[in-house]
Structures are given as structure tokens and as C-alpha cells.
């Protein structure tokens, strides 16, 4: 009888494995969840990029009305293919658009944002990445959307597309202005 079970449980492992791994096939694998969604922003505050012309901000600067937080790099290959999308989330969502500039040297965010403009309304230097840490960022770009109680409402990875803006992001703000 033992001959049998140890012959049969390899087997029966296999067999939830591959059920556990066909019952997750259709999960978007560039999704990630974050634990911040539905929660406070967290406690924070980071000075301006110098150069760029715009105030750093705080967590206290998110609240009031709805806000998204793009986190970028100079250095970011995809945060330079999102950024023109960013300018054209600001317009068509009407929200107020605050970048947090991760692990980044100021005249190079300085000369980024030069030659591609700046859609931002305040920008942050992270320069630490701690704050990055504190908001769950896994690398750059990452986009938020803050509702107007500060509170965290949809998480983006990556950069955002045509097709993500569309049918992803603009519907999360439009979601949180209206909740």
C-alpha cells in the first residue's frame, strides 16, 4: 500500500500544480497589485527639483481633489515613450499631474524635462528612493491615482500606452472623481 502512495503522490502534486497554473491563465501577468490601493498615501515629503520651475510637494498636497503621481527618471528609457501621453492624460482627465523624480541627478531631470516639457504641476526629488519605497514602486515608470481624500485608488506598472490610457487610466480617474 506505501509502494502505491509513494508512486501516486508525486503524481497528485503534479496534477494541483498544473490546476493551480490553469486557473491562473487568464490574469493579465503585467498586473500588479498593490497593498496601497483603497489606503492613504503615505506620510511624505520631498523637496522641489531645482531648475525645473515647480514646487516639491508632501502628502498633504494630495488631497482636495484628485491628483496623479507619475514616478520618472531621467535614465528611463519607457518614462521617455510615455512621457507625450502624460501631457494628454492632463488635459483629457482635467487633474493635476505630480511627478516624483526617482534616483535622479537635478540638470538631468532638468534636461529632460527641457527637451520634452514639463506636464508636471510640482515635481519631488527622490533621490533616496525611499518615498518610491513607501508608495510600493517596483521601478519606473509607475503611475497613481489619488482621489481627493488622499487617498490611493489605481496603480499602473510601466509605462502607459495609448491603450492603457484609454482603457485603464483615464477610467480610474474618472472613477475616483466621481467616488
Known amino acids: 500500500m506505501t509502494r502505491i502512495a509513494l508512486v501516486l503522490l ?26 496601497l490601493i483603497d489606503k492613504p498615501a503615505p506620510q511624505f515629503s520631498l523637496a522641489a527639483v531645482p531648475g525645473t520651475g515647480v514646487e516639491g510637494f508632501d502628502t498633504a498636497a494630495l488631497e482636495g481633489e484628485v491628483t496623479v503621481v507619475n ?30 523624480n526617482q534616483r535622479d541627478a537635478a540638470e538631468n531631470a532638468v534636461g529632460f524635462l527641457g527637451e520634452l516639457g514639463n506636464p508636471y504641476d510640482r515635481i519631488g526629488a527622490d533621490s533616496d528612493n525611499r518615498v518610491s519605497i513607501d508608495w510600493g514602486v517596483y521601478g519606473v515608470p509607475e503611475t497613481f491615482v489619488v482621489n481627493a481624500r ?30
Open 71 to 100: 514616478i520618472f527618471a531621467s535614465w528611463c528609457i519607457p518614462c521617455r515613450d510615455e512621457h507625450p501621453l502624460l501631457e494628454v492624460l492632463k488635459q483629457r482627465a482635467g487633474v493635476r499631474l505630480y511627478g516624483i
Open 10 to 35: 508525486p503524481l497528485v502534486l503534479l496534477a494541483a500544480l498544473l490546476a493551480v497554473f490553469a486557473l491562473n491563465m487568464d490574469r493579465d501577468p503585467s498586473l500588479v497589485r498593490s497593498v
Open 150 to 179: 488622499g487617498v490611493i485608488t489605481y496603480k499602473h506598472v510601466g509605462p502607459i500606452t495609448p491603450q492603457s490610457l484609454e482603457k485603464e487610466v483615464l477610467p480610474a480617474v474618472e472613477k475616483a472623481k466621481a467616488g
